[in-house]
Every structure is written in structure tokens, then in C-alpha cells.
């Protein structure tokens, strides 16, 4: 389960007191950290992967602002690593088929000190996490580790976060309306937020250092799918053999990973994750401009301007 406030250690509690705080959308309060909003909850986890979190040269950790593609990303990362030990010839015995992503890669700042163990040891380890680059851990900044970073559209991003944060109420709290978790989100008081730079200072550092970090859109994986497992493969150091390309083998892992597949399994529909968050929240559609389905021309304008603004002059266009 998730930390209750009353169950935060004193160090973090008195931490948590010094710093800026907001309303929350599903969580009383969210809090200005290194200058990116947490829930009381999520904050002890915060320090201790800063402090515990171990990387070794051959982690691969896959980065993500929430509802960005995460659950994505983890399929997809965890089926194409260990394509030897984890056939997809058969995937009805295939990790994924029982598991949800989210509990084959965890968070780090979920779970900092927990090594998985479904992996193959002579894998690299495979981890997740949703840190600003100013609050990674120094030691996955300065190792040879690699990180791959999922970006999506603002408006998607926002439609997608503000259903979540209404499932995650767990039905003693009122729904947070659109316009008020809008306002919150252009002022960037989202989990992880402010989004904008969440997503700029991954792609600065991405621009710096291309063989350390790999940027990915969400809408760019969606249209070329193929492409993009096959960069991702090159990136982690497994790409596929002539035989592997040939025999259908990208194509397996596209449709084993799809939301298609997944969010039809039975693990996905009933099961939950130790957090007691429930699999299903995790596939709603899946798709691409959803937002035009909720946002007013006015809100679109000013997501777009917040965007443009951010953006200028860093070569991104989401
Ligand atoms: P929507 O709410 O727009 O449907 P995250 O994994 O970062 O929490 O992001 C969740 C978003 O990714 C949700 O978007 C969800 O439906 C979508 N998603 C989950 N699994 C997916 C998959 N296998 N392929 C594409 N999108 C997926």
C-alpha cells in the first residue's frame, strides 16, 4: 500500500514541512521538491532512491512522465531484453501474459532497493522511474547506465492523467473536475510537474549525450512501431539478427506488447499491483488525440502557447 501521511518517517515529515505545497488532485496536498511536485506519499521514496538506488554500467532505465507511455515502454523494454530466456513463439507462457508490466519493471523510487526477480541474471536489470533529471539519482547520471525517455503530447498527456487521478480516488474522495486539474496542470502542479520540464531537461541531455539517453515519442511509436523496437533493441546492445527480422519475430513482440493484447489479458482486467492500484487503470484507450474529445478551443490555446513557449528554440515539437 501506499504511504499514509501519518506514516512518513520524522526526516522526511520535516523535510516535507519546509517545502512549498498545493492541493492535490487525488492526494490532500502535492509538494515542491527540486522543483517538481510529489504527493506526501511518493516524496519518502524520492530521498531514499537518491540516497539507496545502486546503478551498475549496464542498467537500462526506462523514464517516463506518468501517462506518457510507461506501461508501454515496460512491455516492450522487458519482451525485447529477454527475447532468449522469454520466447514469444509461445506467448500464452510469456511473463507478460501473467503479469503486468508495471510488476516485471519497477519504479525505482517505488522500490529502489528491489533487484526483480523474474529476470535472467545475465541480463541487465531493468528499471522504471518518473524522476526529473535533477533529481536522478548522481550515480545513474554518472554511470554508463542507460536511459531510455517516453514522451507524449501535452493534451493526451493531460486527458490521460486527469482519469487516472479520478480512478486513483479510490471512491472516498470527489472527482477533481476537468477545468481545476487543468489549471493545475498548466501551472505545472502535477505529479512529476511541471511537465514542460520534465520533458525538456531529458531532451537537452538526450541532445547531449545521444548514446546515453534515447528520446522517444508516444505518437512516433504508435505510427511506426516496427521502427521504433528495433532502435530500441540497437540502443539496449540486442539488436535483431537477419534471422530474428525475418522470421517475424518484431512483429511478435509489437502485438504481444499492443494495448490490444494486454488490456485484454486477465492479469490486466482483475488483478492489482502491491500498491492496491488496479491493473486496469492502466489501459483506458490507448490511442492518439483523445483530448478532442474534452477540451473547450480556449483550453486547447493555452496548452498549445504553454507548449510553444517551453519548447522555442529546443528543436522538440510535441
Ligand atoms: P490513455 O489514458 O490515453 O488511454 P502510463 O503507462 O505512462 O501510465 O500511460 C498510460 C497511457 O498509456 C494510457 O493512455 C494507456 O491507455 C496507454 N497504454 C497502456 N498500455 C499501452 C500499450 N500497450 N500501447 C499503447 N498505449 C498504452
Known amino acids: 500500500k501506499y504511504l499514509q501521511e501519518d506514516e512518513i518517517v520524522p526526516e522526511c515529515k520535516d523535510l516535507l514541512s519546509t517545502l512549498p505545497k498545493e492541493k492535490g488532485w487525488a492526494e490532500p ?11 506526501a506519499w511518493q516524496f519518502q521514496g524520492v530521498l531514499e532512491c537518491q540516497q539507496h538506488f545502486q546503478a551498475q554500467d549496464t542498467d537500462i532505465l526506462l523514464v517516463s512522465a506518468p501517462k506518457c507511455g510507461t506501461t508501454w515502454l515496460k512491455a516492450l523494454a522487458f519482451t525485447i531484453i529477454n527475447r ?15 503479469n503486468n508490466p508495471h510488476d516485471l519493471v519497477h519504479q525505482i523510487e517505488l522500490e529502489s532497493h528491489i533487484d526483480n526477480p523474474i529476470f535472467n541474471p545475465s541480463s541487465p536489470r531493468l528499471f522504471a522511474t518518473h524522476l526529473p533529471y535533477i533529481s536522478l539519482p548522481k550515480c545513474a547520471k554518472n554511470s554508463e547506465c542507460k536511459l531510455v525517455y517516453i514522451c507524449r503530447n501535452p493534451k493526451d498527456t493531460f486527458i490521460s492523467l486527469w482519469h487516472f487521478m479520478n480512478e486513483l480516488r479510490l471512491n472516498h474522495l470527489a472527482s477533481i473536475s476537468l477545468e481545476v486539474a487543468f489549471d493545475k496542470f498548466c501551472r505545472g502542479v502535477s505529479i512529476f510537474g511541471p511537465f514542460w520540464d520534465h520533458v525538456s531537461d531529458y531532451w537537452e541531455e538526450s541532445r547531449k549525450r545521444p548514446n546515453k539517453v534515447l528520446f522517444l515519442k508516444y505518437e512516433d511509436m504508435k505510427e511506426d512501431p516496427n521502427l521504433h523496437v528495433k532502435r530500441l533493441a540497437e540502443f539496449f546492445g540486442v539488436p535483431f539478427s537477419i534471422e530474428e ?57 493555452r496548452l498549445d502557447y504553454l507548449t510553444e513557449e517551453k519548447f522555442q528554440g529546443s528543436g522538440l515539437h510535441l
Not at 496536498?29 to 504527493?39: D, I, S, T, V
Open 245 to 301: 527480422a525475418t522470421s517475424g519475430v518484431v512483429d511478435g513482440i509489437i502485438k504481444l506488447c499492443s494495448f490490444e493484447n494486454l488490456s485484454k489479458l486477465k492479469v490486466n482486467k482483475d488483478g492489482k499491483l502491491p500498491s492496491g492500484v488496479e491493473n486496469k487503470t492502466f489501459f483506458r484507450r490507448g490511442g492518439v488525440g483523445d483530448w478532442k474529445n474534452y477540451l473547450w478551443p480556449v483550453m486547447v490555446e
Open 84 to 98: 532468449n530466456s522469454h520466447s514469444i513463439d509461445d506467448p500464452g507462457k510469456h511473463p507478460l501474459f501473467y
Open 29 to 39: 496536498h502535492l509538494y515542491k521538491y527540486q522543483g517538481f511536485w510529489y504527493p
